[in-house]
């Protein structure tokens, strides 16, 4: 007697798991790069410095504006209010801010900025220059 031969099956891709695979890295991708994403901040007309150097992103960009106020995110705060905002970042030590200020902003609303985050713990303060 002869075996019986069973029809071969023939190997199948299962798609529907590669979807899902391919969705989950998709949305994996888009939160890494929006959290890439720096502030671009306004455009100020920046003090020039022959020695500026390229320093990696900062958290926070905080816009001092000609009238004196602070913008820290597209919102406007005052020294209050944006110390009580670097100080609630978590693990402060490690915040880094950079510093900029309109070429006719008077120096003393800069140290005001630089006291309000000196107060919040942010010791890594960078300050924006544009190169000559």
Known sequence: MLPVRRPRKKGRVEIIP??????????????ITLQMITDKGLKLQLPASSQ???????HFVLNILKDGTVEVKGKKMDLQGLTSFLSTDGDV????????????????????????CQKAGVTAIGIATKTT
């Open 52 to 58: 500026a150097k390229v320093l990696p992103h900062p």
């Open 18 to 31: 590669m979807i899902d695979v391919m969705l989950f890295l998709l949305v994996f991708f888009i939160m």
């Open 93 to 116: 030590s490690h915040t880094q801010v950079t510093i900029a200020a309109d070429k006719l902003v008077p120096f003393k609303d800069f140290v005001h900025v630089m006291d309000a």
